[in-house]
């Protein structure tokens, strides 16, 4: 069964420094999106992307966010001078743009020290 | 701006015990979402409900979609110990399911 990848499972970084989270959505789905966690707390969504450009994004999607699908496989989270506050899970998801189901990857746990 | 809200937010059951989980939405819905997420593991979809009214069963586990389109529950029967995990609900801001609010999500714990 096709699933969404994401790489790496766990990244730990210090402030300030830039951090690049990757994912493989399902191959043949349009949508894409990620969110992040607090451990313990809501799934919040941060963007979604859709033929080649941001869609919809949050208020916590601010200017140190960025996203790119590079290569037509890979879709990347960069977060370019990161903050403790950033510590959290991030999952990436994938839609096939047909009904509303959303794949999600198995998150990345990034940990800002 | 628009917020789902879940309650309850923690419930404790014996096995064999019943559960429900409440989600309000403050503007109407096009449609809702339920997730389930495992301890240390990802969301995964459940079930997607678009009809006002509209009840949908997944063997144990009922969905409701209330008939303003503003609420939903999702009641489990007879829970079992690989029922643990928090149920989110979810609903697109603007109808189109660009981007999803979630509610808290309800975290449900069964004894043994």
């Known amino acids: 069964e096709p699933e969404v990848t994401q790489t790496p499972s766990h990244q730990v970084t210090q402030m300030g420094q830039e951090v690049i989270l990757r994912c493989v959505p399902i191959?043949?789905?349009?949508?894409f999106y990620w969110y992040r966690q607090i451990l313990g707390q809501k799934v919040e969504f941060l963007v979604s992307f859709y033929n080649n450009e941001i869609s919809e994004k949050s208020e916590i999607f601010d200017d140190q966010f960025s996203v790119e699908r590079p290569d037509g496989s890979n879709f990347t989270l960069k977060i370019r001078s990161t903050k403790l506050e950033d510590s959290a899970m991030y999952f990436c998801?994938?839609?096939?743009?047909?009904?509303?189901?959303?794949?999600f990857g198995p998150g990345t746990r990034l940990t800002v020290t | 701006g628009q917020q789902v809200m879940q309650i309850p937010q923690y419930q404790h059951v014996q096995e064999g015990e019943d559960f429900t989980t409440y989600c309000n939405s403050s503007t109407t819905l096009s449609n809702i979402q339920w997730y389930k997420q495992r301890p240390g593991g990802h969301p995964v979809f459940l079930i997607q409900l678009v009809k006002s009214g509209e009840v949908k069963k997944q063997k144990r586990l009922t969905f409701q979609f209330g008939e303003a389109k503003k609420n939903s529950s999702l009641h489990i029967t007879a829970t079992q110990t690989t029922d643990v995990g928090t149920y989110f609900c979810?609903?697109?801001?603007?109808?189109?399911?660009?981007?999803?609010?979630w509610g808290l999500g309800t975290s449900l714990a069964v004894n043994p």
């Open positions: 191959s043949n789905h349009l949508y």
């Open positions: 998801a994938s839609r096939a743009g047909t009904g509303g189901e959303q794949y």
């Open positions: 979810a609903g697109p801001a603007g109808g189109n399911n660009r981007k999803l609010i």
